[in-house]
């Protein structure tokens, strides 16, 4: 028995790691054959011999980026690609605000206006565009990631728009603190701003907004993401779904 995206690809950006990695796992036991881009040669190529997929290394931060995406049709995009800067805005480096954004907003454009003319002539495609609970709130010092994050927000429903009458869709999933490596990478920097130990951001920072205090497995984002993808997720479009343990609730 065909398994639910059989015969379709999917390219996911940040694929080497974390909420990429698992989204990337997740669509090949539905049947895709996944393209793995990472900015990491070696992380990329071991996530895509694990699924049968091909690596792809591009720098999201380089507009040529593209140039290096294989020459063939993408039927699911996941973008998920991103990094995180914790700063005052009087303190934040200008040059990591423009990449922060060239990132999770630029490079997500720049994918859709290349493989949206498939998409269109096929009659078929899924975008998911892995934001942020900071795609619906902000927090003090991470003014790149939160504007970058709202940004995609618009993107993906201008997207969805634009897509419903060629049978495209784009959703965007917006998770809490999820266990990776972009979150652990950021504790030390919230506990230089905010004055408390490491230990104390984890609980007091990260948690503190969320009715369940845990952090999301990147598991559990992927499985969204696959149920987006899938026949279920057809007349799911121009949506933001918290995954954040209700932390919008408040």
């Not at 020459?71 to 990449?99: M, R």
């Not at 290349?114 to 991470?142: C, D, Q, T």
């Not at 990776?180 to 990478?185: A, H, I, K, Q």
Request: aromatic share 6%; with cysteine; proline share 7%.
């Amino acid at each position: 028995m065909a398994k639910e995206l059989t015969g379709r690809t999917a390219l996911v950006t940040g694929a080497g790691s974390g909420i990429g990695a698992a989204c990337a796992r997740r669509l090949a036991v539905d049947g895709a054959r996944v393209l793995v881009v990472d900015r990491l040669a070696e992380p990329a190529a071991e996530v895509a011999a694990e699924v049968g997929g091909v690596a792809v290394v591009a720098d999201l931060t380089d507009p040529g980026f593209v140039a290096a995406l294989p020459d063939e049709p993408v039927d699911i995009v996941v973008n998920n690609a991103g990094f995180q800067h914790v700063a005052a805005i009087e303190e934040f480096p200008p040059e990591v605000f423009s990449a922060i954004l060239k990132v999770m907003v630029e490079a997500p454009f720049l994918i859709a206006r290349r493989v949206l003319p498939g998409m269109y002539e096929r009659g078929w495609g899924r975008f998911v565009n892995i934001s942020s609970v900071h795609g619906l709130r902000a927090s003090p010092y991470k003014s790149a990631y939160t504007t970058a994050k709202h940004a995609l927000e618009g993107f993906s429903k201008t997207l969805a728009l634009e897509g419903a009458p060629h049978g495209v869709t784009s959703t965007c999933i917006c998770p809490a603190y999820v266990r990776t490596p972009l979150v652990e990478g950021q504790i030390a920097g919230q506990a230089r701003v905010h004055g408390v130990g490491p230990d104390q951001v984890v609980e007091e920072i990260m948690l503190r907004p969320a009715a369940i205090k845990r952090l999301i497995e990147p598991e559990e984002v992927a499985e969204l993401a696959a149920y987006l993808c899938g026949p279920a997720g057809s007349f799911i479009t121009g949506v933001s779904l918290p995954v954040d343990g209700g932390w919008t609730a408040r």
